[in-house]
């Protein structure tokens, strides 16, 4: 339930609450007082009728002494009170305590003559008056007078009662309001934020904090997916510093070794032995191929780094299919014929891409260059692009279709394969790695970035690579395209 629901719902039982057991109290009040009224009754009409017989002597209602009415006296005893009085409102005799003060007052005739031959009922007592009558003749009028003590102590002891079970009964709810509370909010975030902490201070936190489907449990969830963000981030950037520092050692060993023959080459031209033409030219040569393997070098680091910023984004443009494909997959048979190597070209594109032009010109560069370095003279290297909508050429390795089949959904794809020694398998999954070679390729003058760059491209345009060997075929790789525009 949400919080606020739940907040809602609490507020209506705690409102209601007391209203309902008010609404008990009163009903159960109301039929016990109902059963002890008419049990009260009854006993009270008993009681005074046991008087009648004495209070109907037409003696008592005449002027007299008051020991006359010792008889009256002893009967009007504790919560009984007797009063007589003459047909015309004078008083002869009454039980109270201050009755002689009052003895022989006249009382309003019409207040004396209402509800006769009745029994009353007071909040405090029960009266009932009652006429006599002397050969016909009305010869005065008795008032008795009951006090309701039992009542008078049974409605204290059940205020007290009510009072003390509404006080009870109002804390029970108010406890259980904290309680669950503390349960349903004060809790969990109290876990919430020791576990904050904890994260905040690098502790290791468990995941095992149980939440409701509520605000708070949404808010558990948001600070557990918020760690899994900052942790993932953490090993990304932990990942990265260990990149570029092996980035640099590999570096590193890679320019110190040019630099080294560059030195040595150079000392010989101007400084050693004396050197015949075809020396100077030779040397020439050596210098000249290290020089541009470390401007080679010095460039892919340069893009890789690029690559790598998330603030240099790649300036994506729509180009047409056929007219980009055709111009990427021709340039690539004479290094081929040097080499002696069959060169297959095959195209089958859609109409329109984003891209950046430049980029994937240089991926498809790289990838070639491996593909010619690793590819003996003899020997074939297939090279097409196909859409989604085409199908997989027929000289694409049995091995490798039916992964490329799943590989290529939705996308065109750009493949590359040869016939060349395949990579072990161990290496294919840390290829794409920096400076991540086969053996004998940073001899041959590569300087390992390329795939790692090829995959940085394919990657920012929202694509993937993909790479397969196998001992007796050859390599494939395939770099995967979105089809027309973003």
């Excluded at 049995?398 to 750009?414: H, Y």
């Amino acid at each position: 339930m949400k919080l606020k629901n739940w907040l809602a719902l609490s507020y209506l039982v705690v409102l209601l609450l007391p209203l309902a057991a008010v609404y008990v109290l009163y009903i159960s009040i109301s039929r016990f007082d109902s059963s002890q009224d008419i049990k009260e009754s009854l006993e009270a009409r008993q009681q005074m009728e046991e008087l009648e017989t004495i209070l109907q002597d037409e003696r008592l209602y005449h002027i007299q002494p008051q020991e006359n009415y010792r008889e009256i006296a002893k009967a009007a005893t504790g919560s009984l009170r007797i009063t007589l009085y003459r047909p015309d409102g004078i008083t002869l005799y009454s039980s109270w305590d201050d009755a002689y003060a009052g003895r022989f007052l006249q009382v309003d005739t019409s207040q004396l003559y209402s509800g006769l031959n009745d029994l009353t009922k007071n909040p405090r007592t029960y009266a009932l008056k009652q006429t006599v009558f002397h050969d016909r003749e009305l010869a005065g009028i008795y008032e008795v007078t009951l006090s309701r003590d039992v009542w008078i102590e049974g409605v204290n002891n059940r205020t007290i009662l009510v009072g003390g079970t509404l006080i009870l009964f109002s804390a029970l709810i108010y406890g259980t309001v904290i309680w669950l509370l503390h349960r349903k909010l004060n809790r969990p975030l109290g876990q919430l934020r020791e576990k904050m902490t904890a994260f905040a201070k690098g502790e290791p936190i468990s995941e095992n904090m149980k939440h409701s489907q509520d605000e708070i449990g949404d808010l558990i969830a948001h600070f557990y997916r918020m760690k899994s963000q900052i942790e993932k981030t953490r090993q990304e950037l932990l990942k990265q510093q260990q990149e570029k520092q092996y980035i640099v050692a590999a570096l590193s060993h890679d320019l110190k070794t040019p630099l080294t023959v560059i030195q040595a080459y150079s000392e010989s031209l101007w400084g050693g032995r004396p050197l015949s033409v075809q020396e100077r030219q030779e040397y020439a040569g050596i210098l000249f191929n290290k020089l541009a393997y470390m401007k080679q070098l010095l460039h892919d680091l340069s893009l890789f780094t690029a690559l790598q910023s998330d603030v240099k984004e790649s300036e994506q443009v729509e180009v047409d299919g056929d007219e980009f494909f055709d111009m990427l997959l021709n340039g690539y048979e004479e290094p081929c014929s040097q080499k002696e190597i069959q060169l297959h070209v095959e195209a089958c594109v859609a109409d329109t891409y984003y891209l950046n032009p430049g980029q994937i010109m240089r991926v498809v560069d790289n990838l070639m260059a491996n593909s010619i370095r690793h590819t003996p003279p003899g020997k074939s290297l297939w090279l097409a692009t196909v859409s989604s909508d085409c199908r997989i050429p027929q000289w694409v390795f049995q091995p490798f279709r039916r992964e490329l089949d799943t590989f290529r959904t939705g996308g065109t794809l750009l493949l590359i394969q040869n016939q060349g020694k395949a990579i072990p398998k161990d290496l294919q999954e840390r290829i794409f790695l920096p400076f991540v070679q086969v053996e004998n390729a940073r001899a041959s003058g590569s300087s390992g970035l390329g795939l790692s760059i090829a995959k940085k491209v394919m990657e920012q345009h929202g694509g993937k690579i993909g790479l397969w060997s196998e001992q007796g075929f050859g390599t494939l790789i395939a770099c995967w395209l979105r089809e027309g525009e973003i």
